[in-house]
Structures are given as C-alpha cells and as structure tokens.
C-alpha cells in the first residue's frame, strides 16, 4: 500500500462572493523510497495541493489517506508531527538558533527533548554533510547550506514523508545538483517517499516519477 494517497482531491477558495476552485478532483499515490517530481505552471494549484498533502491545509472534498488511515481535521497537527517531514523554499531558519539548534528545535516540537534531541540533530546534520557547519548560525551559511540545513531539518524524526517546495529555486546551478543529488541518495537510503514541487528540469534526472498538474487537474 502507498504511505500517501489522495482521493479525488477538490480545493475552493473564497473571493468575495465568488467561489474559485483551485484543485478539480486529484487521485496521487507516492509509496516508500519513491521520488515524485510534481510539476505544472505557475498558478495551476501544485502549491496548494502540496499544502494539502502536508496537512497544513484541508481540502474542500475528498480525502487524504497516510499509512492506511484517512487524514481528519482533529490530527493534522500530530500527523504534521509524525509522518511529515517540509522542505520550504526560503529555507525559514531562525536566525538567532545554529544549523544544529535548527534542527533540534524542530524535533522538540515533535516531542523529543535534551539528549535524545541533540543525538538525532546531529545524527542528520552529519547526513546532509554539515557535521563542520553545526555551530554557525544562518547568517554564516551560504544558500547551499541552508539548504541543507533545512533537509535536515525535514529527515529528523525519521517522517517517512519528505515535501519539499522549490528546494534548488534560491541555488545557483552546481549547488542546485549537489542538493538534488543529496535527496535521491537519503530518499533511497532511509526508503522515505519524497514529493518535489518545481519549475526546475534538472529534478526530473532524480525522480522515479513525473507527475503534471494543469488548470488544477493532474494530467
């Protein structure tokens, strides 16, 4: 069974008193250590739907589906915890926090605390290869790097879920590949599916799949 389904997923949003609807009826599957590139023009909803699939936003009809259990409004909050693991395209580092306290803030959210935290925030930043970065702070790192230090970010806690928004938007080309490559090697290794929204071709030599979305339909 996939680890993440959609069924006939419908999206609407409210402009004054016209209704605008966003997402027209989307089926997607994703299984373990797949990586799926979802692609499409600006504007045809590939955001949006990546939302719903991180549960950060609920969709207006259907349903999504994580390990065999459908998705109710109650839990988002502890499957956002759990099984889902967001990569952002403008990084969202605190500033005043280093690459590791980054890290291991983000699992103390998740509810692991002190010792146990600080092993798996080392665990990954050693992972994404920032073992000699832990200590800087954002502002000490290049674009790559923070990069990486959100990916770390996303893999700790073990989600089984990675999403990821843009993720080379902001590098420069060389960085952009190393990036990509650093995915497929960590989706594959970790057997973690991993859902990649992008305008960039280059995320296409890392994907299993390529899957299209067009005027809010996948095609």
């Not at 599957?29 to 699939?53: H, M, N, Q, Y």
């Not at 609920?58 to 109650?74: A, C, F, H, L, Q």
């Not at 990916?151 to 993720?167: C, K, M, V, Y």
């Amino acid at each position: 069974m996939s680890i993440l389904q959609t069924h006939r997923i419908e999206k609407h949003f409210q402009e004054g008193r016209e209704v605008v609807p966003v997402l027209r009826g989307i089926d997607f599957a994703v299984d373990r250590g797949e990586i799926v590139s979802l692609e499409g023009p600006s504007g045809t909803g590939k955001t949006t739907f990546l939302s719903i699939l991180g549960c950060i936003l609920t969709p207006t009809r259907g349903e999504v589906v994580i390990d065999g259990s459908t998705v109710g409004e109650k839990s988002l909050a502890d499957i956002r915890k759990k099984s889902l693991g967001f990569v952002f395209q403008q990084f969202n580092l605190f500033p005043s926090l280093t690459a590791l306290e980054n890290v291991e803030y983000a699992l103390n959210v998740k509810g692991l605390k002190k010792r146990v935290a600080r092993a798996e925030a080392q665990r990954v930043i050693e992972a994404v290869g920032l073992a000699d970065r832990q200590n800087f702070l954002p502002r000490e790192l290049s674009g790559g790097q923070k990069q990486r230090v959100a990916i770390a970010r996303a893999l700790a806690g073990s989600a089984p879920i990675l999403l990821a928004d843009e993720p080379t938007a902001n590098l420069d080309s060389q960085v952009g590949t190393q990036v990509l490559e650093m995915f497929r090697a960590l989706a594959k290794q970790e057997n973690r599916a991993l859902v990649i929204v992008t305008h960039d071709p280059k995320v296409r030599t890392i994907a299993d799949r390529v899957v299209k979305i067009q005027d809010g339909a996948l095609v």
